[in-house]
C-alpha cells in the first residue's frame, strides 16, 4: 500500500494517462550547445530524473524563436536541427514509463541582446527592471511570425516523440506580457481590453493545436497573480483560465509573479518563504475549471504533496528545484523512504543565483547534478583507505561519495559535533535549509558506514598510522582579526562564535563588515533586542547574496530598526565606541560589543605535512579558497569520486 496514496494514483492530462501526480517542473539549467541543441550532458541529466519515479516531466523554457532565449545556453526548439537530441531525451523518459514534454516560450523583454544577439522585444517599449534593457514593440506582422513559431515549435515536439506541449503563460515573459496591463499599453487589436491583450495567447493555442492535433494535450502555465501594480491579478487568471479551457486546453499549471516581482520571493522561493505558498492560487483556479490543475512552488515534501491532492486544491504536484536536490525522491517517497530524501533547502546559490550569473545550473545539496556523467562511473575495484579531516559540509559529502564507491572511510572531526560552518549558518533567522543540510549528510554518515571519530585532532602522524592512502582536507578558515588600532581594547567577538554559541554580545553592537554573514548576524541579535549598526565599506550590503534573499532580508533588517552605514570604514576602536571614516566625515559610533564578518582565511598548515606521508592529498572547499557551501559540496564529492 502506498504511503501516499494519491500522489502515486495515475493521473489523466487529456488522453495521457500518467503513473503518478508528480510532475518535474519546467527549469532552465543552461546545459545546452550554443546553437541550442541537447548536450551528453542534458540528455544525462534528465535521465537520471527520468529514473527516480517521476511521472511526467516538463523540460526547460525552450525559446521558439534565436531572439527568443533568455539564456546563453539554454535547450531550445526554434529549428529542426534540434529535434534529434530531443528524441533521445523523450527516449530515456519513455525508458522508464514517463510522459513528457516540452515547455515552449519567448522570453520577451525579460532577456538581453547580448544573450539573445538580437534586439529585445516586446508588445510595448518598457524595460524590465532587472534586465534594465529597452525592447522595442513588435509590429502585428512580427507578432503573426511569433504565433506560427509556437506552431512550428509544437511540431518539432511531436515529431520528437514527445507525449504533450506547455505554452508558457506565466512569468512575465512575451506571452504574459501581451496578457497585462502591466507590460501591454498597445492600443491595437493586441492591447487596450481584456479581449485585446488576450488575442495573442488565443492564436497561440489555436495555432499548436492545428499543427499538432485535436487530441494531443496542450498545456498552458500561468501566473495565478503578477504581485505587481496594474497586473495580472487572481481574478483575471480565472478568467484567462476559463477561456483556456473552453477553447480545448488540457491542463493549467499555476505558477505566480514575474521578474518585476521577483525579490518579493515568490517567483523562486527562497529559504525564508514558507513552504507551498502558491498551492491557493492552484486552488483558485481548480475550483473554476473542469480540467486539471497543477500546483508548484517549494512543494517539499511528500506530506504536503499528498495533502494538495486531498484536499482537492489540484490534480498534480510539480518540483523544479526537488528534482535538482534528489532525483529519487519519488521512489523514495513510493517506499516510505522520506528520510532518506535529500530535499531542496531553497539556498539558490547552487541554481538560481548560477543561472542569472549566465552560468550553468548546478545544487548545493547534490553535487551529481550536471555532473551524471561523471558520477555514472563504475566504482574503482579496490578499495582504499580515505582519511576524510573536517567534518563540515565538503568533508561530509567526501565522505558520502568515497564511502558510497566502496572505499573504507573515516572521518575526523576536531569538535565534538559534525556540520562546520552550516551551524552558524542556521543559527540566522530564516534559514532552516542549512541544519536540514546537516541533519541529511550526518544521517548519511550513519547509513553509508562512515566511521565518525570526534573529538579527533588530525595529524600527519594519525594519517600515517592508520595507513591513509587519500587523505582529503576539508577543516576550512578562519575568521579574519584585522590589526585595527585600539581593537585589544575593545569588546570584540567574531560572527562565527557568536552564531555557535562560544560568545555572546551585550549591548548596543555595531557589525564590522555588511557582507551577506554580517546582515543575516545583524538580524540574529536584532531580533533579540540589540541596537545593532552595520558597517560596510562599500556601496552596499550583503550583494553576493542571491537576489529575492537580499531584498527580503534588507527588508526585515529595515523593519527591525538595523542602521545601515555604508562608504564607512572603521578607523580605531576603543572601550565602548569605535570611530568611522565617510564620505561626511570622522565619527564616533557607540558599541559595547564588535561582532567582525570581515572573511575568512584557509586553515591550510596541516596539508603540507600530509604530503609527507600520505601518496595522495585533496584540499577541498575553503581550505582552498573561502567561498560558498555549494563549491566545498562540489569539491568534497569530487575529491571523493576520485579516490
Known sequence: ?????????????????????????????????????????????????????????????????????????????????????????????????????????????????????????????????VMNELPRALTTGEIQDLVEAFAQAARRAKEAGFDFVEIHGAHGYLITQFLSPFTNHRDDEYGGSDENRFRFLAQIVEAVRGVVGADFPVTVRLSGDEMVPQGLTPDDTVRIARRLEAMGVAALHITAGNYASYTRGYLIQPMAIPDGPLIPFAQRVKENVGIPVIAVGKIRSPELAEEVLQTGKADFVANGRMFLADPDWPEKARAGQTETINRCI???????????????????????????????????????????????????????????????????????????????????????????????????????????????????????????????????????????????????????????????????????????????????????????????????????????????????????????????RIMSMQAGAVTVEHPGGVEDLPADTVVLCLGSTPVDGLVDELTRVVPRVVSVGDVVQPRQVTEAMVEGALAGLSC
Open 346 to 568: 531553497a539556498c539558490n546559490q547552487g541554481c538560481i543565483s548560477r543561472l542569472f550569473e549566465g552560468k550553468d545550473v548546478w545544487c548545493t545539496v547534490n553535487p551529481e547534478t550536471s555532473r551524471e556523467e561523471q558520477f555514472a562511473a563504475a566504482p574503482p575495484t579496490a578499495s582504499k583507505m580515505v582519511l576524510v579531516i573536517g567534518g563540515g559540509p565538503g568533508g561530509m559529502a567526501a565522505a558520502k561519495v568515497a564511502r558510497g564507491r566502496g572505499h573504507r572511510v573515516i572521518l575526523c572531526e576536531e569538535r565534538d559535533h559534525l556540520g562546520g560552518q552550516l551551524i552558524a549558518a542556521a543559527a540566522a533567522p530564516h534559514r532552516p535549509g542549512w541544519e536540514e543540510l546537516r541533519r541529511y549528510l550526518m544521517g548519511e554518515m550513519d547509513r553509508l558506514g562512515v566511521e565518525v571519530r570526534l573529538n579527533t585532532r588530525a595529524t600527519a602522524a594519525l594519517a600515517q598510522q592508520l595507513g591513509a592512502e587519500v587523505a582529503i582536507v576539508a577543516i576550512g578558515s578562519a575568521p579574519i582579526r584585522p590589526a585595527i588600532t585600539g581593537i585589544e581594547h575593545a569588546n570584540v567577538i567574531t560572527a562565527r562564535d557568536l552564531l555557535e554559541g562560544r560568545a555572546t554580545a551585550t549591548g548596543r553592537v555595531i557589525i564590522a563588515g555588511g557582507g551577506c554573514a554580517g546582515a543575516q548576524t545583524a538580524e540574529y541579535l536584532a531580533v533579540r533586542g540589540h541596537p545593532v549598526t552595520i558597517v560596510e565599506m562599500m556601496g552596499s550590503l550583503a550583494v553576493e547574496a542571491p537576489m529575492a534573499d537580499r531584498e527580503l532580508l534588507l527588508g526585515r533588517l529595515q523593519q527591525l530598526g538595523v542602521v545601515f552605514r555604508v562608504d564607512t
Open 1 to 129: 500500500m502506498s504511503h501516499y496514496p494519491l500522489l502515486f494514483s495515475p493521473g489523466q492530462i487529456g488522453r495521457l494517462t500518467t503513473k503518478n501526480r508528480v510532475v518535474m517542473a519546467p527549469m532552465v539549467r543552461n546545459y545546452g550547445d550554443d546553437q541550442g541543441r541537447v548536450t551528453p550532458r542534458y540528455l544525462a541529466h534528465m535521465a537520471r530524473i527520468a529514473r527516480g519515479g517521476v511521472g511526467t516531466m516538463i523540460l526547460d523554457a525552450m525559446h521558439v524563436t534565436p531572439n527568443g532565449r533568455g539564456f546563453l545556453h539554454q535547450v531550445g526548439i526554434h529549428g529542426d536541427h534540434v529535434v534529434p537530441g530531443l528524441r533521445d531525451v523523450v527516449a530515456a523518459a519513455h525508458a522508464h514509463g514517463v510522459k513528457i514534454g516540452p515547455q515552449l516560450y519567448h522570453a520577451g523583454r525579460q532577456t538581453k541582446s547580448a544573450v539573445t544577439g538580437a534586439p529585445v522585444v516586446a508588445p510595448s517599449p518598457i524595460p524590465d527592471p
